[in-house]
């Protein structure tokens, strides 16, 4: 099912033994569009810190509920290096992290839009991890930032960011909801990463290959309703683009 970014900020994240704090933020990888990590505001019990947890230590979330539960102790997670998430995060860092917690290493595996296969780190390799792949680029963009960047279509500007669409099941970021503001007022759209031509981070723009007079009358998005694999397939049709399921 496809869940806005939007309601899910405040969820509570539930370790083995008690509550660990709530989300604030979520990164994504901006090469293949999945949630890498929640930023997780644990200052009710650990004062001026927020920590990273990766959705690969989910249970089962409880949507009614509103929380995550975690495979992770309230010990752990005190204990874990402190990042500041108020900064780009360096691959140094994550590795960092995903040694202590023993996660997968993500980077590993390529492909936009797939989940890669858990690659977990050995005893023998911890620590060993070459200084070239530190340094690499994280790709890791924060949603809270990346909301309101205005988006671009071919012609003009139809509106800015205001919520992603994310697979409860991959964490893939599916859609970009577009609010079209005073260009088209009261509607919201759709807009698939696979149609982003470019993204300029530095002016907080995002650039789509689509039409402006083509996105006019494409269908309309409404948050109240669940959008289903009919109206996914809508959409694609009507834009004549090939569908990412099949």
Same mark, same amino acid.
């Given at each position: 099912?496809?869940?806005?970014?939007?309601?899910?900020?405040?969820?509570?994240?539930?370790?083995?033994?008690?509550?660990?704090?709530?989300?604030?933020?979520?990164?994504?990888?901006?090469?293949?569009?999945?949630?890498?990590?929640?930023?997780?505001?644990?200052?009710?019990?650990?004062?001026?810190?927020?920590?990273?947890?990766?959705?690969?230590?989910?249970?089962?979330?409880?949507?009614?509920?509103?929380?995550?539960?975690?495979?992770?102790?309230?010990?752990?997670?005190?204990?874990?290096?402190?990042?500041?998430?108020?900064?780009?995060?360096?691959?140094?860092?994550? @590795?960092?992290?995903?040694?202590?917690?023993?996660? &997968?290493?993500?980077?590993?595996?390529?492909? /936009?839009?797939? $989940?890669?296969? +858990?690659?977990?780190?050995?005893?023998?390799?911890?620590?060993?991890?070459?200084?070239?792949?530190?340094?690499?680029?994280?790709?890791?963009?924060?949603?809270?930032?990346?909301?309101?960047?205005?988006?671009?279509?071919?012609?003009?500007?139809?509106?800015?960011?205001?919520?992603?669409?994310?697979?409860?099941?991959?964490?893939?970021?599916?859609? @970009?909801?577009?609010?079209?503001?005073?260009?088209? &007022?009261?509607?919201?759209?759709?807009?698939? /990463?696979?149609? $982003?031509?470019? +993204?300029?981070?530095?002016?907080?723009?995002?650039?789509?290959?689509?039409?402006?007079?083509?996105?006019?009358?494409?269908?309309?998005?409404?948050?109240?309703?669940?959008?289903?694999?009919?109206?996914?397939?809508?959409?694609?049709?009507?834009?004549?683009?090939?569908?990412?399921?099949?």
């Amino acid at each position: 099912m496809l869940r806005n970014i939007k309601n899910l900020f405040g969820y509570k994240i539930h370790a083995r033994d008690g509550n660990i704090g709530e989300v604030y933020d979520f990164f994504f990888d901006d090469e293949t569009w999945a949630v890498r990590y929640l930023v997780v505001d644990v200052e009710t019990w650990l004062l001026n810190r927020k920590v990273l947890i990766s959705p690969a230590v989910f249970g089962q979330p409880e949507w009614e509920s509103r929380y995550f539960p975690v495979t992770l102790t309230q010990q752990q997670v005190k204990n874990s290096p402190d990042i500041d998430t108020h900064k780009p995060i360096s691959r140094q860092h994550q @590795i960092e992290l995903h040694n202590y917690y023993g996660w &997968p290493l993500y980077w590993h595996a390529g492909g /936009p839009y797939n $989940i890669p296969p +858990v690659t977990y780190i050995s005893e023998t390799e911890r620590g060993k991890t070459s200084t070239r792949e530190d340094e690499r680029d994280s790709h890791l963009r924060s949603m809270r930032e990346v909301k309101n960047y205005h988006i671009h279509a071919i012609g003009g500007e139809i509106g800015h960011v205001s919520d992603f669409l994310v697979d409860d099941k991959t964490w893939v970021v599916r859609y @970009i909801v577009v609010d079209t503001g005073s260009w088209l &007022p009261g509607k919201k759209i759709l807009i698939a /990463p696979l149609w $982003i031509d470019k +993204v300029c981070w530095e002016e907080s723009k995002v650039y789509v290959d689509l039409p402006k007079e083509m996105i006019k009358n494409s269908p309309k998005y409404d948050p109240s309703i669940p959008v289903s694999r009919e109206c996914e397939i809508a959409l694609y049709e009507y834009y004549c683009r090939q569908k990412y399921w099949v």
